[in-house]
Nanobody
């Protein structure tokens, strides 16, 4: 079992920044890839960014050059630094990982960007 708890969401004006955190606990020693996804109202959940235990990263085209995913393995925490936020970034942001055949999700944190 893995537990993921997100924090750091909120309301920000367009052009502003937020930093999301995801703290992992439980059976975390074998975790490799961790990621952030988001789901806007009426839309499907989509990938935002992923990072491996070795630090390799992958981003959705819509957030490249604005968002940065990072990881502190000692703290079992993954971060998502979001800069130059746009109203279309408004969504619930979820932390995600996979361990064997099991996929784990956090409860999500709301990010709202006002124009």
């Amino acid at each position: 079992q893995v537990q993921l708890v997100e924090s750091g969401g909120g309301l920000v004006q367009a052009g502003g920044s937020l930093r999301l955190s995801c703290a992992a606990s439980g059976n975390i020693f074998s975790i490799n890839v961790m990621g952030w996804y988001r789901q806007a109202p009426g839309k499907q959940r989509e990938l935002v960014a992923t990072i491996t235990s070795g630090g390799s990263t992958n981003y959705a085209d819509s957030v490249k050059d604005r968002f940065t995913i990072s990881r502190d393995n000692a703290k079992n925490t993954v971060y998502l630094q979001m800069n130059s936020l746009k109203p279309e970034d408004t969504a619930v942001y979820y932390c995600n990982t996979k361990l064997g055949p099991y996929v784990y999700w956090g409860r999500g944190t709301q990010v709202t960007v006002s124009s």
